[in-house]
């Protein structure tokens, strides 16, 4: 599953290609991958504009100009790739559809734009999707009604993190932070990174962090989220950006991926252990229990 910095490395990749391009036709050969009317695809799909790319959370918006969204979740294996004349953009999950001849046995969804280019919506295992909505309605779609605030918007404060974690008290720290009903977005390698940066050891307890703590959290999971998007994303096994290179974050992870290597801080031996159902990496001494 993608992580909030690959969607955004998507989203900024995705905005600079397909806005302003008119959509003329969309096929699809999987119901579960593109579940919509065909009336509502051709009343507002159908000869409309792209006016911007967003993200929320881990999952794509794309504007058009009959005010509706495509709101489109990678899943675990999605991709979109855009095709023009002259160049090739992939992003997603790093099979052969990046690079070979499109549409594929993979490609759920074509959109075709009135220039002649087309962006590709393809997916392995059929577990993504492309919804068609009034971009009104997105606020109201289940997942969004759910989902915490974004942690990396200005307007999101240390005293709002902070806020959001002690309605969390007899919850490890970890679970926590990837709940996506306390802050959005945050998965396994940024929740091991970010408290390995606040040394706090991934199985205490909301109660027993100190507000001091939870403010140095709070600083961490800014700082690890921005650098990713910085460098392209983290997951450089399984996603790459709009432009089909793989993130580089993995390169300066401090501790995900890193056990039986030395601690960068002291030098102890880091190890992998299990919280919150996920396999989860500390320094055993930075972060004491």
């Known amino acids: 599953m993608p992580e909030l910095p690959e969607v955004e490395t998507v989203r900024r990749g995705l905005n600079s290609l397909i806005v302003g391009k008119k959509i003329i036709s969309a096929k699809s050969d999987n119901p579960k991958s593109f579940p919509n009317n065909q009336n509502d695809v051709d009343t507002f799909l159908m000869g409309f504009i792209v006016t911007g790319v967003r993200r929320r959370a881990k999952v794509l918006l794309i504007d058009l100009s009959s005010k509706h969204t495509l709101v489109i979740h990678l899943k675990m294996t999605g991709q979109l790739v855009f095709v023009d004349k002259i160049s090739r953009f992939g992003a997603g999950h790093p099979s052969d559809s990046l690079v070979g001849g499109l549409p594929d046995k993979s490609t759920r969804v074509t959109f075709d ?49 902070i806020a959001r974690f002690k309605t969390r008290p007899r919850t490890n720290i970890k ?81 995900f991926r890193r056990e039986g290597l030395d601690c960068s801080v002291c030098g102890s031996q880091i190890v992998k252990l299990r919280v919150a159902g996920r396999g989860t990496h500390i320094c055993p001494v930075c972060q004491k229990i």
Not at 118 to 137: A, I, M
Not at 217 to 244: D, P, W
Request: net charge neutral.
């Open 113 to 161: 734009f009135s220039d002649g280019s087309k962006l590709f919506f393809n997916d392995q295992r059929k577990f993504g999707w492309v919804r068609l909505v009034p971009t009104l309605e997105v606020p109201n779609i289940d997942f969004m009604k759910r989902v915490g605030p974004e942690p990396l918007e200005s307007t999101f404060t240390p005293a709002d993190f």
């Open 175 to 255: 679970a926590a932070l990837l709940d996506q009903k306390v802050i959005a977005g945050v998965g396994n390698i940024y929740a091991d990174e970010s408290l390995w940066g606040a040394k706090i050891h991934p199985s205490r307890l909301v109660c027993d962090i100190s507000d001091k703590e939870l403010k140095k959290l709070y600083e961490e999971v800014r700082f690890v989220m921005n650098l990713s998007i910085e460098k392209g994303g983290s997951t450089n096994r399984n996603y790459v950006n709009a432009e089909g290179k793989k993130g580089s974050y993995m390169d300066l992870a401090r501790v």
